[in-house]
Each structure stands twice: as C-alpha cells, then as structure tokens.
Nanobody, 124 residues
Framework: QVQLAESGGGLVQAGGSRRLSCAAS????????MGWFRQAPGKEREFVAG????????DYADSVKGRFIISGDTAKNTVYLQMNSLKFEDAAVYYC?????????????????WGEGTLVTVSS
C-alpha cells in the first residue's frame, strides 16, 4: 500500500523559510517521480516542484524558482521542499505526489499517488 505523509506545515512570517517533508512508503523511491503541488482557497491545485525518477533532474514552477528547493533522501524515502523568501501568495495546502510513468506530466491529473496535504500559512 502506497502512502505519502507530508509534514512541516505551519505558520511562517513573510520573508521567512520553512521546510516540508514527505515520507513515502510502499514504493521504490528512485523509481518514482516525486512532486510538490499546492492549492490555495478558491484556486486550482498547481505544480510547485518535482524530482524526476531515476535521477532525471528537478523542475520548478516559475513562481518559486530561485526561492524553493526540492531534494530527496533515498535512504529515508523522503522528499523535501525547502521554501525560502516566502510570500503571502505561497500560502496554501501543500501536497506530495508520486508517479512512475515514463511520460511524466507535472499536473494534478498526471500523478498517481497523493498525500493528504500540509497547510502553510504566511503572515505579516
């Protein structure tokens, strides 16, 4: 049974940093592309950052390039999202997702497995 468990959300001041974690179980970590998505109230879920399977590199949404960093720890089956210089518009529920398709699409309907999300709130 595949499980993705996010943690690390909470309240952070604008300009501050936060690190999210996603612990994966039931999958062979390197065989899956792992991504972070987010959904703000009243908005659609959107791609934030991802690591392609088998060392295929990383991808970022333009809105977070230069501020967020995605990384993975194979030994811990965990993917991280380091968020720096947080803005009000970064506030959302952040979801971890996994997919092992050869034809990866970083879109909400392109991912096979999802976590339940962790809330990030950005305050002034």
């Amino acid at each position: 049974q595949v499980q993705l468990a996010e943690s690390g959300g909470g309240l952070v001041q604008a300009g501050g940093s936060r690190r999210l974690s996603c612990a994966a179980s039931g999958i062979t970590f390197n065989s899956y592309s792992m991504g972070w998505f987010r959904q703000a109230p009243g908005k659609e879920r959107e791609f934030v950052a991802g690591i392609r399977r088998n060392g295929g590199g990383t991808d970022y949404a333009d809105s977070v390039k230069g501020r967020f960093i995605i990384s993975g720890d194979t030994a811990k089956n965990t993917v991280y999202l380091q968020m720096n210089s947080l803005k009000f518009e970064d506030a959302a529920v952040y979801y971890c997702a996994a997919d092992n398709s050869m034809f990866l699409r970083w879109s909400p309907d392109g991912m096979e497995y999802w976590g339940e999300g962790t809330l990030v709130t950005v305050s002034s």
